[in-house]
């Protein structure tokens, strides 16, 4: 597997290191001679030696550089992120989740395979694999591999269930992630199995994390607040500063589901609601993009409808996300008449608007 990557990114050219965070920018000529010298086999050029020794004090061979750098192709399509849900199950059974009914199901492994290409192609750099759980996915192990030799930075998604297991561990250390984002629920055992409905999985969690932090992997924890755990939010966040040193962010807003049910939001901790930012637009449909487990792509994991479907109409397709985006970006079908667009504080897909004859709300994003 490569050490490196070359790739384009949003006008500009990075020389990344997979499972790293810190990447080196470089001139569109160096990214031209690195193409050169990988087609070739040359060895590194000089630049190349001094920048990864001091971006992450990184020798390089002496010979060719064929096997060390891997170099992205310029795509037409210049999207640089994506998000996919690999499948919709989980072994959670939280009463909050956006997902509301979690079927197991999605594409078989030919088709995930032809997804991940068609991202690769699209010039997705950065690909968040997610859920349902992504880590109970059969096929996970071996679309994370696909992935990462296609050479996407990948970001990983999960409740932390299964990072206990030597396979898993073995798996990050082989191919380190760019990062794994894991949420936390609750800091017993009691509160968090209840949460979560899974016997057990308080214990499960915490042996996953104890032997992802002396792997020093590069996790990042997500501290759900909701009505049932509120009463351990200080606790939660002392076993992320104290007993894994882990990066971590507070999530305390539910969201309605990604059928339009309302039923997450009763379980909001009024105390810590916060008040969301305004709404200024974003680049969602021109950058990014949003891949079901069935391969219909959407300008984000809020905004659903419209889509398209890249397993039947191909990468061709993608590019019709643009102007979805910007219709969903003018959306006030749940706010007629209203004086406060300018100060609304609501992403506006999520305002109720028309879908297959009935008004259907659309869900924020996971809190994972």
């Given amino acids: ?11 500009q050219y990075l020389v990344l290191r997979p499972g790293h965070g810190r990447g080196v920018g470089i001139p569109e000529s160096r990214y031209e001679e690195l193409r050169v010298a990988v087609a070739d086999d040359r060895p590194a050029p000089s630049w190349l030696h001094e920048a990864t020794a001091q971006a992450w004090q990184m020798p390089l061979p002496d010979g060719g550089l064929r096997e060390t750098v891997l170099v992205r192709e310029r795509s037409p399509y210049g999207y640089a992120k994506a998000s996919w849900e690999i499948n919709l199950g989980c072994d959670h059974d939280c009463g909050f989740c956006y997902l509301g009914e979690k079927r197991f199901e999605g594409l078989n492994w030919d088709d995930k395979l032809r997804l991940l290409t068609m991202l690769r192609d699209a010039g997705v750099l950065w690909l968040q694999i997610t859920g349902g759980e992504a880590l109970i996915d059969r096929e996970f192990a071996a679309a994370y591999e696909y992935a990462t030799g296609l050479g996407m930075m990948i970001q990983i998604s999960t409740n932390g269930s299964q990072l206990h297991k030597v396979r898993m561990q073995e798996l990050f250390a082989r191919l380190r992630p760019y990062r794994l984002t894991v949420s936390l629920y609750g800091a017993t055992g009691a509160t968090y199995d209840a949460i979560t409905r899974n016997r057990g999985a308080f214990d499960r969690f915490t042996r996953g994390l104890d032997a992802s932090r002396e792997a020093g992997l590069p996790v990042r924890l997500n501290v759900i607040v909701a009505e049932e755990n509120a009463h351990e939010v200080d606790a939660m966040v002392s076993l992320a500063e104290d007993r894994w040193g ?10 309605p589901t990604i059928h339009g049910e309302a039923e997450p939001l009763a379980s909001q901790a009024q105390k810590y609601v916060k008040t969301r930012r305004l709404f200024t637009g974003c680049n969602t449909g021109h950058t990014f993009f949003h891949v079901n487990p069935h391969g219909i792509a959407s300008v984000c994991k809020i905004g659903r409808d419209p889509n398209v479907n890249l397993m039947t109409e191909g990468l061709e397709a993608l590019p019709r996300l643009g102007g979805i985006s910007e219709s969903l970006q003018l959306r006030t079908g749940g706010c007629s008449g209203c004086s406060k667009v300018g100060t609304c504080r609501t992403c506006r897909p999520r305002h109720l608007v028309p879908y297959s004859g009935q008004h259907r709300r659309s869900s924020s994003s996971k809190a994972q």
């Fill in 246 to 255: 882990f990066p971590y962010q507070v999530f305390t807003n539910m969201s």
């Fill in 1 to 11: 597997m490569h050490s490196l990557i070359t790739s384009p990114f949003l006008g």
